[in-house]
T-cell receptor, first 111, second 113 residues
Framework: DGGITQSPKYLFRKEGQNVTLSCEQN?????MYWYRQDPGQGLRLIYY???????QKGDIAEGYSVSREKKESFPLTVTSAQKNPTAFYLC??????????FGDGTRLSIL | QKEVEQDPGPLSVPEGAIVSLNCTYS??????FMWYRQYSREGPELLMY????GNKEDGRFTAQVDKSSKYISLFIRDSQPSDSATYLC?????????????FGKGTLLTVNP
């Protein structure tokens, strides 16, 4: 089945560690996105990529990094510089001229 | 003023009721409007996608856009307990390479059997 797969579903990080969240899609979509969702705050855009080997900062990129080496993959690294990383992270993709579709998210918690 | 305002609720209705969910926005350049449904601990699921003003119907769901009032609505007829979720409105200025979504904060809906 075609879709967007995020892994793991739950992730725990120790203080000072970097962690990488996986997002894979087999929909052949060019554009991919990372959002952060906090209670009462809605979805906020972290990074997005329109094509392979190119990406742009969203509204809250500080403390995060991404790469887009393959069309189907857009991993997000939460670095130790992100002071408040506990959140629900959502990956999305879209085809040209179509709305975004989302994966099922990764919940990151700090130990 | 926030770009997109959405009443967070919570909204609680009996089964079979008609539900009205609303968002207002300030950016008159928004042209594409979406409604997503999000169940607890899951990603948002696209429900409705409309361009510019007017109505769009899909089964029990009707999306309405009034660009002159900067107001969008989602109506759910014959609501079911399975409709209990958070509903997010979203909108964008364009559909091309600069496409980015601006979301409301979501409305939590509970449909009671």
């Amino acid at each position: 089945d075609g879709g967007i797969t995020q892994s793991p579903k739950y992730l725990f990080r120790k203080e000072g560690q970097n962690v990488t969240l996986s997002c894979e899609q087999n929909l052949n979509h060019d554009a991919m996105y990372w959002y952060r969702q906090d209670p009462g705050q809605g979805l906020r855009l972290i990074y997005y990529s329109q094509i392979v080997n190119d990406f742009q900062k969203g509204d809250i990129a500080e403390g995060y990094s991404v790469s887009r080496e393959k069309k189907e993959s857009f991993p997000l690294t939460v670095t130790s510089a992100q002071k408040n990383p506990t959140a629900f992270y959502l990956c999305a993709s879209r085809d040209r001229g179509q709305p975004q579709h989302f994966g099922d998210g990764t919940r990151l918690s700090i130990l | 003023q926030k770009e997109v305002e959405q009443d967070p609720g919570p909204l609680s209705v009996p089964e079979g009721a008609i539900v009205s969910l609303n968002c207002t926005y300030s950016n008159s350049a928004f042209q594409y409007f979406m409604w997503y449904r999000q169940y607890s601990r899951e990603g948002p699921e696209l429900l409705m996608y409309t361009y510019s003003s007017g109505n769009k119907e899909d089964g029990r769901f009707t999306a309405q856009v009034d660009k002159s009032s900067k107001y969008i609505s989602l109506f759910i007829r014959d609501s079911q307990p399975s409709d209990s979720a958070t509903y997010l409105c979203a909108m964008s200025v364009g559909g091309g390479s600069n496409y980015k979504l601006t979301f409301g904060k979501g409305t939590l809906l509970t449909v009671n059997p």
